[in-house]
């Protein structure tokens, strides 16, 4: 049998994803099941276009469910005491420099589920995420992405308010 996953979490990405679940458990499996009842009620469903949008979307609400319940149950939780500041890792905040521009940059490494690039929250799964891994203070990288090749130099490791 092929093992799951891991899915890395930070406590604030466990409370989000715990909090999605009973939303979608209980308000939206509820209005979903209302609108399909009404729909029935209008008679013939053969041809009727919302109760096919209803059962699709109910079709997407337990599927999301499945998914959530995956993802909890493979979670392995990142507690901001545990992030060791030595070396970047998954609940580290890096500061970076542009070996081109000097320009100053701020990413906290965080699981793929939570990553969020408008709010500086990229991927350890990334192209940047996977590069920074393991670099020190000091430590320069290069990273390969669609424009090319860019430049940094770690300036400094932090533990991120997770």
Known sequence: MMREKEVILTVA???K????????????RREVAGRIKQAIEFGDITESSEYEDAKNEQAFI?????????MLRN?????????NIEAVGVGS????EDL???SQLEYTIVGSVESDPRLKKIS?????GRALLGKRVGDSVEI???????????????????
Not at 17 to 28: A, G, I, P, R, S
Not at 75 to 83: M, Q
Not at 148 to 155: E, H, I, L, P, S
């Open 93 to 96: 905040t890096v500061l970076l």
């Open 62 to 70: 337990e599927g999301r469910i499945l998914t959530l319940e995956k």
């Open 144 to 162: 390969s992405v669609p424009a090319g090749v860019m430049k940094y130099k770690v300036t400094d490791i932090v533990r991120s308010a997770l």
């Open 100 to 102: 081109e521009d000097g």
């Open 75 to 83: 979670a392995k939780i990142i507690d901001s005491e545990d992030v």
């Open 13 to 15: 990405g466990l409370k």
């Open 124 to 128: 350890n799964e990334s192209p940047v």
């Open 17 to 28: 994803l715990e909090d999605e679940l009973e939303k979608l458990k209980t308000v939206k």
